[in-house]
Structure formats: C-alpha cells, structure tokens
Antibody
C-alpha cells in the first residue's frame, strides 16, 4: 500500500527539541522530493520545509518562520523523512504532516501522512 | 512571497447544488496551482493539480480552471460527503503558499 506514516509528536516545553519521522512505503521514496506541512489548531495549512532527492544533492528549502531552527533530512535507505525541531516556540504548536511531491515539474502534494501533533507548552 | 487569497471564506449550500470557490494569486503563477479537500481530523486530500488536472481517483464532479492569477474550483451536484474545507496551493515559487481555506457547510 502506498502510504506515509508520520510519528514523533508530543508535548515539549518552549525552547525544547523534538524529532519527527515519516515512514514511506509502497513507492520509490528516493524518486521524490519530500516536504513537511503543518496546521495549527483551527487554522490553515502552512508549508514548513522541503528536501529534494539524490539527483538534486538533497538540497533543502525552509519557510522563514522555521529557518535556522528546523532541519529536514531523509534516509533513502530507510525510506524515511525527518524533521529536527529545535528552539521550539509556542507558535510551533500544530499537526505536522509529511507530504510527497508528485514530481520535480509538478510540485504539488499528491500523498499525505495522517499527521502527528506537536504541542509546545510550559 | 506569493500570496494566495481564497473566496469566500465560508459557503452554505444544499445537497444537489453546484458551487464555485475562487483563488487569486498576488502574481502570475501560470498554472502551478492545486486544490485540496480537508475534513475534520484528517489530512488534506488532493483533488486538482496544474489548475485543471484531476487527481487519480477523484470524481469528475470536481473541476478546476484558470491560469495566471485567477483560478476556480467547481463542485457539481453536492453530496453530504463534499461538505468540508477546501484549500488552494501555489507551487510556482518558494515559499509554497496555501489559501486560507473555504469552509463549505450544509444549508
């Protein structure tokens, strides 16, 4: 079955760290750019970060709101995507979704994980 | 950054109705636009990409149109399962941006 399973969310204090994971199955993970998208409670969708594949030297992009604090990475040998989140702020509280980019030419999200909730609170 | 503005922010309609949601980009994005449906507690579901191409498995009651800065999503013959929140997304340039969402409610 083609799917993404995100995990690693939880409760963390402001200033703390958390690492999210996303396990991919049913498709050739290494062929795709992979992203993280988040959604604060009751709010809309916000793009967080992207990692391209080996062909593009695993280059990355970040939203301004997380640049310098979050790091996206991938392990193609494990079909896994990660998001290391440091210096967490209350406003980072959200459901985090991993998402697959359809192709390098048509860069919309054609497959989503179920999401993992990150709560930043003291 | 490219801003994407959806309208209306909410919409009431009846089963069987046809509705249209609009998305406007702050600059020309060619056809680099997608539409998603989201139900409470669920991940977004892709509907349309490249402004008018239907995602595999999505019924033809959903259709998209537009190019440049103005886009529309049309849903015909509304059924109870269509009542949800809809988002547009531009992928012309970074950062990827989403519209604020349109909540479609049963009248």
């Amino acid at each position: 079955e083609v799917q993404l399973v995100d995990s690693g969310g939880g409760l963390v204090q402001p200033g703390g760290s958390l690492r999210l994971s996303c396990a991919a199955s049913g498709f050739t993970f290494s062929d795709h750019y992979m992203d993280w998208v988040r959604q604060a409670p009751g709010k809309g969708l916000e793009w967080v970060a992207r990692t391209r594949g080996k062909a593009n030297r695993y280059t990355t992009e970040y939203a301004a709101s997380v640049r310098g604090r979050f790091t996206i990475s991938r392990d193609d040998s494990k079909n896994s995507l990660y998001l290391q989140m440091n210096s967490l702020k209350i406003e980072d509280t959200a459901v985090y979704y991993c998402a697959r980019v359809f192709s390098s030419a048509i860069r919309y999200f054609d497959l989503w994980g179920r999401g993992t909730l990150v709560t930043v609170s003291s | 950054d490219i801003q994407v503005t959806q309208s209306p922010s909410s919409l009431s309609a009846s089963v069987g109705d046809r509705v249209t949601i609009t998305c406007r980009a702050s600059q020309d994005i060619n056809n680099f636009l997608a539409w998603f449906q989201q139900k409470p507690g669920k991940a977004p579901k892709p509907l349309i990409y490249a402004a008018s191409s239907l995602q595999s498995g999505v019924p033809s009651k959903f259709s998209g149109s537009g190019s440049g800065t103005d886009f529309t999503l049309t849903i015909s013959s509304l059924q109870p399962e269509d009542f949800a929140t809809y988002y547009c997304q531009q992928y012309k340039s970074y950062p990827v941006t989403f519209g604020q969402g349109t909540r479609l409610e049963i009248k």
